[in-house]
Each structure stands twice: as structure tokens, then as C-alpha cells.
């Protein structure tokens, strides 16, 4: 089984900051990585799929890159919306995903 | 407006069953993959099953295969997943989503509804 780990577990930061949130896999899958953000209470939502490509509709400031085991989400300039967990997820087979990243106000 | 609801949760002992519905709306339903993915209370995404868009293939999580089953009806643009012989472990908001399908890897889950809680206690 590929094995996902994504750091840190927790962030603090401000409205304003530049966050980068890492994901990392015991094997190779090349670029075939999703990224997510959820809030509470509700489902998933797409950000990022095949590395880097953005998901129609979300906001610029997302943006993915990375290949082989190692990946990168980063928000260049948070907003007060973006609060919330992020998952990465590997489509090279059995869809395993990260443990999460909670991305806290500072 | 595209739309998956789930329904079906609930309290349930260990040993017992229950069937998980998800009623889909607002898009093409019959063309999607479409998913079962589960939320332990405070932990992360686990992918439970997934069933082709005719419902001729289907694949599981280890740790569910012969236990549980995902079926669907195009007809009434409904995905149904059976749960027997519940464990403990099993206790998670379970949610259904749609999986667009670009390739073989490069996929995603666009479309996810808000999730059925299961909880399975004595």
C-alpha cells in the first residue's frame, strides 16, 4: 500500500500569509495527486487534481506542484474562507488519502 | 443544482446491518463513477467502494470486502450501499460522490453530498 503522509498535521496563520502544506508518498505516482480543502459539517471539495491543475471555479490563489513522491498545496494569500482541512489523495491506484492538515486562525 | 444527499444512517449493535441511500440530482447521473467514502468521527477520508456508471464493476476496501455492497439505479438516480456483519470500526459519516474520469489516474471526486452518520455501539 502507498502510504501518504502530509505535514504539518496543524497550521496557525493570518489572513494575508503564504501557506504551503506538503505531501509526501512512500512510492512514486508520478503527478496523479488531489488535493482537498474541507470544512465542518460539510463534504469535500476539490482543488487541485493531477498535481496542478486547478478545478474549475477555485480561486487563484490555490495552486499544486510536485511529482514523483513529493507535492506541494499552496495558498499564496489566505483568506479568511480558506480556514479549514486540507487532504491530499493519490489516484495511482487505491484511493488512499492524507491524515489532513487543519489550517487554524493565528 | 447538482445535488447528492444521503440518507439511511443511524444507531446500529455490532453484528447488524444497515442500507445507506444516496439520491443524486442536477447532473448526469447514469455517466458517472460513483463513490461510498467514509469520515471516522475527528480522523480523516477513507475511499469505502466505488461502482462503474452501468454498475458492472465494482471495487472495495479490504477492510469491507464481503461485508458490504455497492449497488446502484440509474433509474431513479440512486447509490445504495448494503452493510452487514457491522464492527465498531465501521462507525463514520459515510458520504457518496461522483468521480470524473479524465484517465486511468487521473481522476478526482467532484461531486460529494454532505453524509449519513453510522454509529455501531451496543
Known amino acids: 500500500d502507498i502510504q501518504m503522509t502530509q505535514s504539518p498535521s496543524s497550521l496557525s496563520a493570518s489572513v494575508g500569509d503564504r501557506v504551503t502544506i506538503t505531501c509526501r508518498t512512500s512510492?512514486?505516482?508520478?503527478?496523479?495527486l488531489n488535493w482537498y480543502q474541507q470544512k465542518p459539517g460539510e463534504g469535500p471539495k476539490l482543488l487541485i487534481y493531477?498535481?496542478?491543475s486547478l478545478q474549475s471555479g477555485v480561486p487563484s490563489r490555490f495552486s499544486g506542484s510536485g511529482s514523483g513522491t513529493d507535492f506541494t498545496l499552496t495558498i499564496s494569500t489566505l483568506q479568511p474562507e480558506d480556514f479549514a482541512t486540507y487532504y491530499c489523495?493519490?489516484?495511482?491506484?487505491?484511493?488512499?488519502f492524507g491524515q489532513g492538515t487543519r489550517l487554524e486562525v493565528k | 443544482e447538482v445535488q447528492l444527499v444521503e440518507s439511511g444512517g443511524g444507531l446500529v449493535q455490532p453484528g447488524g446491518s444497515l442500507r445507506l441511500s444516496c439520491a443524486a440530482s442536477?447532473?448526469?447521473?447514469?455517466?458517472?463513477?460513483m463513490n461510498w467514502l467514509r469520515q471516522a468521527p475527528g480522523k480523516g477520508l477513507e475511499w469505502v467502494a466505488n461502482?462503474?456508471?452501468?454498475?458492472?464493476?465494482?471495487y472495495y476496501v479490504d477492510s469491507v470486502k464481503g461485508r458490504f455492497t455497492i449497488s446502484r439505479d440509474n433509474a431513479k438516480n440512486s447509490l445504495y450501499l448494503q452493510m452487514n456483519n457491522l464492527r465498531a470500526e465501521d462507525t463514520a459519516i459515510y458520504y457518496c460522490?461522483?468521480?470524473?474520469?479524465?484517465?486511468?489516474?487521473?481522476?478526482?471526486?467532484?461531486?460529494w453530498g454532505r453524509g449519513t452518520l453510522v454509529t455501531v455501539s451496543s
Open positions: 460522490a461522483g468521480q470524473v474520469v479524465l484517465a486511468t489516474t487521473k481522476w478526482y471526486f467532484d461531486l
Open positions: 442536477g447532473f448526469s447521473f447514469n455517466t458517472y463513477w
Open positions: 461502482i462503474r456508471h452501468d454498475g458492472y464493476e465494482k
Open positions: 512510492q512514486t505516482i508520478i503527478n496523479y
Open positions: 493531477a498535481a496542478s
Open positions: 489523495q493519490q489516484t495511482y491506484n487505491v484511493p488512499y
